[in-house]
């Protein structure tokens, strides 16, 4: 009767250094500066780094501290105060209510979920800022978008190596 139930998912399996260390890299990877189609194509990490965690520990994810790092991705980007602190909480709300059906898939099929997912809250944010009396910034407003996806299976091999490396007891 004592049994102890074991986890399914990797946040179950790791110290919260992982998830600090990831997030905090992927904020100042954010922060170095690009110009030109480097600017324009950018992914956004630290979007890629909440999505993982939301989707593989979302009991350890704070709305709060994803709120926060929205607070301060727009300071050091010089946007609009709360863009993309409402970005990153629609999508960990996203993110946690599927996190067990996205889960089963591989990478390239967590994919298909997470695209989508990224779509509809940049289109909601596009609509916001249209509503305020804002252009059109043209479809180059969704590059990011697209480069975000396709280093989905990247940022979730690498996140895996270093819980399997780094993040035993």
Request: proline share 5%; net charge positive; aromatic share 14%.
């Amino acid at each position: 009767m004592n049994e102890k139930i074991q986890g399914n998912s990797i946040g179950d399996a790791f110290p919260n250094r992982i998830l600090i260390f990831s997030v905090c890299l992927a904020f100042f990877i954010n922060l170095i500066p690009l110009q030109g189609w480097g600017q324009m194509i950018r992914p956004d990490f630290l979007v890629l780094v909440v999505l993982f965690w939301s989707i593989h520990a979302p009991h350890k994810v704070s709305f709060f501290v994803v709120f926060f790092l929205g607070i301060l991705g727009d300071v050091a980007n010089g946007s609009i105060i709360g863009q993309t602190s409402l970005l990153y909480v629609l999508l960990t709300v996203i993110a946690i209510s599927a996190h067990r059906r996205v889960r089963l898939f591989k990478p390239l099929g967590q994919m298909l979920h997470v695209f989508p997912a990224l779509i509809l809250v940049k289109v909601g944010i596009l609509g916001l800022l249209l509503l305020v009396g804002a252009s059109f910034p043209g479809w180059h407003y969704f590059y990011p978008t697209v480069s975000t996806v396709l280093l989905w299976p990247l940022a979730s091999f690498l996140i895996n190596l270093s819980v399997s490396s780094f993040g035993r007891n």
